[in-house]
């Protein structure tokens, strides 16, 4: 039996038929939306890599059955960015240093938005270094993903104060 | 992965009546699915619950206990302010377990239901009785870090791994369920079944059944004020437990009034023994006295392979918990949550 689907994805709105509930939303994204940047690292929610937002919530794409998602709202990596312009946590991920080779990179940034909005980290490092605990780096570049995870969440919340004064102001 | 046919039911009747045989009822996917592709669970039908109206909130009922819809995300219930004000050794639990992707995701009927993390019973071509009754047991005789010291049978030595079943049982919660025969509930202490015979046996959950809400009765928010988790495994984040403990003092004048702890990761269920309990009531907290009840909760231990080691652990691991929550419960979640790590070095 077939299943018709909508969601959005990256703000686009895509209608998807699966002939097979077995596809996972990883698989999905990557293999039919070319949409390569959500990794996938051991495919059973254990690295990270696959980390992605759905109705703005983190979660492992691997364990998620795309027929599951009719009507949601998914972020990937490829999202993230408007324009040329990136996304604070990508831009800090750049200055920090917080990758070697790569590959968790995608998942990290993706659960480091997630973590920020969430909001229960602030900027203790030791709160961050658990938020991230899902995310599994083979090349050990965790004290950078911490700094460049800190130094975003410092930014967002300056850019916030900012935009709350601009409101204030023109009000 | 088998193949499966999904159904998405809109209400709680479509879903009972949908169930038959071999089907299983979808949560947040993050254990039936896992265990979906490697083989170990291959339902011919897919109950796609999430969208149950009704079964996502966290309300506090007349008679001052609280129900918790079987839908709530784990990571919505360790953060909801009230709650975890109320229940704080329940959202450190939830907090110590998994990673904050799969918290967002898994339900907390998922979360009782899941099962164990036995390897050779995630592996489909090892013998299990758990699994596939009667061909047998890989785990005896094989690699046991983390399997049971106590409850196991000879049919099986499985441990069950949730944090959350473990302060739940410490608070005598009951579970709420729907079948094809009406509603009915059922204590946490009977929910999960220790081994014998029929491991394969391994909830109180008939066929057909769905967890609805999980409740906590009012006299369990009496044990706010010192209540602790406490979680040793591998890693200090993101790993199951090898011991886990959940304590709780009701603690007048000095004196403790009531007590309740369970241990968890030593066997099919959490661990509460009523006579363990009894020797902590009308005694002052101590050191000594903490050791003495551990011990006693312990007492039918013994190993199930080479993991004698496991019986200190989790005995020095209900001592140590009792010790943080006669300390007292930390005024803001501790950063590494249930964890030792970064503890006052007196505690
Ligand atoms: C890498 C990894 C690490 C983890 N670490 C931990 C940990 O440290 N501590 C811990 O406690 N857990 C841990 N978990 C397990 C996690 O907590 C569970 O997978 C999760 O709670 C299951 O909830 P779910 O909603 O995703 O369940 P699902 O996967 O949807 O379902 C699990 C089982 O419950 C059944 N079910 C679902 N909903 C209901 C219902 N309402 N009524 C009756 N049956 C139902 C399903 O049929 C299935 O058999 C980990 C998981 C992974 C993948
Ligand atoms: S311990 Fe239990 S779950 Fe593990 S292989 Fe033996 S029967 Fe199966
Ligand atoms: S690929 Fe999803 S968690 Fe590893
Ligand atoms: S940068 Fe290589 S795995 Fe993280």
Redesign the pocket.
């Known amino acids: 039996m077939s299943h018709a689907i909508s969601l959005t994805v990256n703000g686009e709105a895509r209608a998807v038929t699966l002939d097979d509930p077995r596809v996972t939303l990883l698989d999905l994204l990557r293999e039919r939306m070319a949409l390569p940047g959500t990794k996938k690292g051991c495919d059973r929610g254990q690295c990270g890599a696959c980390t992605v937002l759905i109705d703005n919530r983190r979660v492992n794409a691997c364990l998620t059955l795309a027929v599951t998602l009719d009507g949601a709202e998914v972020t990937t990596i490829e999202g993230l960015a408007t324009g040329d312009t990136l996304h604070p946590v990508q831009a800090a991920f750049i200055d920090h240093d917080g990758f070697q080779c790569g590959y968790c990179t995608p998942g990290q940034i993706m659960s480091a938005v997630g973590l920020i909005s969430e909001g229960h980290a602030g900027d203790d490092p030791e709160r961050i270094r658990e938020g991230m605990s899902g995310n599994l780096c083979r090349c050990a570049a965790y004290h950078g993903i911490t700094e460049a995870v800190l130094d975003a969440t410092r930014r967002m919340a300056d850019a916030d104060t900012a935009s709350d004064a601009d409101e204030r102001a023109s009000a | 992965m088998n193949l499966f046919d999904y159904i998405r039911p809109a209400s709680l009747d479509e879903a009972l009546s949908a169930w038959e045989p071999g089907a299983a009822w979808l949560g947040g996917g993050t254990n039936l699915v896992d265990l979906m592709k490697t083989g170990a669970m291959a339902p011919g039908k897919v109950i796609d619950v999430t969208r149950l109206p009704g079964l996502d909130g966290i309300e506090s009922l007349p008679d001052g206990s609280t129900r918790i819809g079987a839908l709530v995300r784990n990571s919505t219930l360790a953060h909801d302010p009230d709650f975890a004000a109320d229940f704080p050794m329940v959202a450190e639990a939830i907090l110590s377990g998994a990673s904050g992707q799969l918290r967002n995701a898994a339900t907390v009927g998922g979360n009782l239901v899941q099962r ?1 993390r ?1 390897a ?2 995630q592996d489909p071509w ?6 596939d009754p009667g061909t ?5 005789g094989g690699e046991t870090h983390n ?1 049971a010291v106590i409850g196991w049978s000879d ?4 441990t069950n791994p949730s944090d959350f079943a473990v302060p739940l049982a410490a608070l005598d919660a009951v579970v709420e369920v729907a079948g094809p025969s009406g509603q009915r509930e059922i204590a946490m202490a009977a929910f999960h079944h220790l ?1 014998g015979d029929t ?1 394969e046996t391994e909830t109180a959950l008939a066929p057909g059944e769905l967890i609805v809400a999980i409740r906590l009765p009012a006299g369990a928010r009496a044990f706010r004020a010192n209540s602790r988790y406490l979680k040793v495994r591998e890693r200090t984040s993101f790993a199951f437990a090898l011991a886990s403990c959940a304590a709780s003092l009701r603690i007048e004048d000095g004196t403790i009034a009531e007590a309740r702890f369970a241990l968890g990761a030593v066997a099919a269920k959490p661990w509460r023994v009523a006579e363990a309990e009894a020797m902590l009531t009308a005694q002052p907290p101590g050191a000594a006295l903490f050791s003495q009840a551990a011990e006693r909760a312990l007492q039918d231990a013994a190993p199930s392979g080479e993991n004698a080691w496991k019986i200190d652990l989790a005995r020095r691991t209900a001592t140590r918990a009792l010790a943080l929550a006669a300390a007292g419960t930390p005024a803001r979640m501790p950063a590494l949550p249930a964890s030792t790590f970064g503890e006052p070095a007196h505690a």
Request: with cysteine.
């Open positions: 164990t036995c050779y019973f090892s013998p299990c009785n758990r699994r047998g047991c890989a785990a005896i399997h049919r099986c030595i499985a081994p491991p």
